[in-house]
């Protein structure tokens, strides 16, 4: 089955500092990657995704950069602001998962102002 | 448009006793997910719908969980009796697709303790 871990459980930044979170895959079937943002008492929110048939995507201050080869993935935010504090899943989908979103541990985020 | 509504969002109960969550998609979703994320971890799936049928409820604990979707809407997750072990926060999802990309949408959650 499909595992999904994160490099670093806890990451602290300053506020305008550039985050960057990492995720690792092990099913190379995988063609679906989603970032999740998770505050206090709420459910996740979606940041971004990305799907297998590319490397890079941008939104409004992440990117989402997959790299096949390694089964790795990274969710980049610059500026990184206060509001950003959370916790961050990635999760994965593919091969005959029929949607099913596979999460990882998760990172939480601390932005020191 | 209106998200995911989940109830209740928190609930105490003793080991060996029964709780029912309930959930209410986002309008036109087809598909439905029941996830359970115990402390500290990422949410894991325990069943998925599509419309009233399960597509997959190979992580349910059949022997104490239940879950229905009678009509293609509403949904409700029956714990029956509890464990220590169940107490984590009760996620329900949607999406408009079956399969493929598929941004979920998630509801607050429905928090369990089992004393």
């Known amino acids: 089955g499909e595992s999904v871990g994160l490099h670093l459980p806890t990451l602290s930044v300053q506020e305008g500092d550039n985050s960057i979170i990492n995720c690792a895959y092990s099913?190379?079937?995988?063609?679906?990657f989603i970032w999740y943002k998770q505050e206090s008492g709420k459910g996740p929110q979606f940041i971004i995704d990305?799907?297998?048939?590319?490397d890079k995507r941008q939104g409004q201050r992440v990117t989402v950069l997959l790299n096949k080869t390694v089964k790795h993935l990274s969710l980049q935010i610059a500026a990184t602001q206060p509001g950003d504090s959370a916790v961050y899943f990635c999760a994965v989908a593919g091969g005959t998962s029929y949607g099913k979103l596979t999460f990882g541990q998760g990172t939480i985020l601390t932005v020191h102002p | 448009e209106a998200g995911v509504a989940q109830s209740p969002r928190y609930k105490i109960i003793e080991k060996r006793q029964s709780v029912a969550f309930w959930c209410n998609p986002i309008s036109g979703h087809a598909t439905l997910y029941w996830y359970q994320q115990i402390l500290g971890q990422g949410p894991k799936l325990l069943i998925q719908f599509q419309n009233n049928g399960v597509v997959d409820d190979s992580q349910l604990p059949k022997d104490r969980f239940s879950a229905e979707r009678l009509k293609g809407v509403d949904s409700t997750l029956k714990i029956q009796p509890a464990k220590l072990e169940d107490s984590a926060v009760y996620l329900c999802?949607?999406?408009?697709?079956?399969?493929?990309?598929?941004?979920?949408?998630f509801g607050a959650g429905s928090r369990l303790t089992v004393l």
């Open positions: 999802a949607s999406s408009f697709q079956v399969s493929g990309a598929n941004v979920l949408t």
């Open positions: 990305i799907r297998s048939n590319m």
């Open positions: 099913n190379s079937a995988s063609d679906y």
